[in-house]
């Protein structure tokens, strides 16, 4: 079994992390922890490419290290672009059993003119989506 955990720059969610290390333990799956630059093109980006890549680079760290905290071994990725698109073809390619990611953390009229990330993993990847929501 191998888990793909969607990680998400610049927000904090060690519930997520505690669930794919359980998840990993009883099921012996490899981990492998992605995070999305969410730059689509950086000419019209509010700052440098390099800031928003230092995020995701941060939120994969910081997961990896609360699996290995707990014994779980797990190998990371920073990816250019949309975080959708890039997290689907990511878990594509690492032929992932699930793609964990965590409950969306914007107000419910920001989630409604935005959109949420986990709804739209649930309705358009072509495999598995456990999303992990706040204790």
Known sequence: MHIVL???????????????ARLAK??????TVVAVDEVELER???APRSVFVQGAR????????RLA????????AVLPGRPLERIIEFAAQQEA???VVGASS???LAERLLGSVPLQLIEK???PVLVVTHP
């Not at 941060?58 to 290290?65: H, K, L, N």
């Not at 905290?69 to 990371?76: I, K, L, P, R, T």
């Open 125 to 127: 990847a072509s495999r």
């Open 6 to 20: 969607a990680a998400k720059p610049d927000a904090d969610q060690p519930w997520i992390t505690d669930a794919v």
């Open 44 to 46: 019209f980006s509010p």
């Open 26 to 31: 009883q099921t012996g799956a490899t981990v």
């Open 69 to 76: 905290d707990v014994g779980v071994e797990a190998q990371g």
């Open 58 to 65: 941060e939120a994969v760290d910081t997961a990896i290290r």
């Open 97 to 99: 059993d699930v793609i």
């Open 106 to 108: 914007r107000p419910a």
